[in-house]
T-cell receptor, first 121, second 114 residues
Framework: GAVVSQHPSRVICKSGTSVKIECRSLDFQATTMFWYRQFPKQSLMLMATSNEGSKATYEQGVEKDKFLINHASLTLSTLTVTSAHPEDSSFYIC?????????????????FGPGTRLTVL | GESVGLHLPTLSVQEGDNSIINCAYSNSASDYFIWYKQESGKGPQFIIDIRSNMDKRQGQRVTVLLNKTVKHLSLQIAATQPGDSAVYFCAGNVKSGGYQKVTFGTGTKLQVIP
């Protein structure tokens, strides 16, 4: 249980274009989904938190107009990087917390997707 | 400020030996801690968690110890195997007004020597 998928796994785009990344919880309903960014050999940096049907809460310094988050259902959240530039190149990872918790687990545990490698040329 | 950090960036261990990865946290309000394992190019994988009302929790080959007095937690891996080679992150969870925030440490790279 607790499988989270991301699509695409890798994307290369030209500067100025927009890229959409999908995050899905495959075998559970997610109360909350999180989006992180990770640079090489560094830790995860939380970008935003989203709850289904409501606006995302962005961390300080993260531009909400550049990183658009839509949480359309209890199993799907999308991150759109608008007008991407080379400095947006990074590893983007989503996570989800299960609604009601998984058997033997906690409602606070985040389960992570495999990540999306974005390269902006 | 709020932070969760690790003492050692890299740990090399002989296969079969036990590994101990340490983590310090600064936010006393953290009530839940998680250890994640991240292999190269992949997302973090949940290993084990512990709530602040506990001081020890055991899993399969892994044990997490929590010392709230000194704000320290550790991950112990018994009989370390080559497949354990990865970066390990500790994370602390704080709930405030229904809003949950998890802060990740900087990570420790575990290298298992065959």
């Amino acid at each position: 249980g607790a499988v989270v998928s991301q699509h695409p796994s890798r994307v290369i785009c030209k500067s100025g274009t927009s890229v959409k990344i999908e995050c899905r919880s495959l075998d559970f309903q997610a109360t909350t989904m999180f989006w992180y960014r990770q640079f090489p050999k560094q830790s995860l940096m939380l970008m935003a938190t989203s709850n289904e049907g409501s606006k995302a809460t962005y961390e300080q310094g993260v531009e909400k107009d550049k990183f658009l988050i839509n949480h359309a259902s209890l199993t799907l959240s999308t991150l759109t990087v608008t007008s991407a530039h080379p400095e947006d190149s990074s590893f983007y990872i989503c996570s989800a917390t299960p609604r009601g918790g998984l058997a033997g687990g906690s409602t606070d545990t985040q389960y992570f997707g495999p990540g999306t490698r974005l390269t902006v040329l | 400020g709020e932070s969760v950090g690790l003492h050692l960036p890299t740990l090399s261990v002989q296969e079969g030996d036990n590994s101990i990865i340490n983590c310090a946290y600064s936010n006393s309000a953290s009530d839940y801690f998680i250890w994640y394992k991240q292999e190269s190019g992949k997302g973090p994988q949940f290993i084990i968690d512990i709530r602040s009302n506990m001081d020890k929790r055991q899993g399969q080959r892994v044990t997490v110890l929590l010392n709230k007095t000194v704000k320290h937690l550790s991950l112990q891996i018994a009989a370390t195997q080559p497949g354990d080679s990865a970066v390990y992150f500790c994370a602390g969870n704080v709930k405030s007004g229904g809003y949950q925030k998890v802060t990740f440490g900087t990570g420790t790279k575990l290298q298992v020597i065959p």
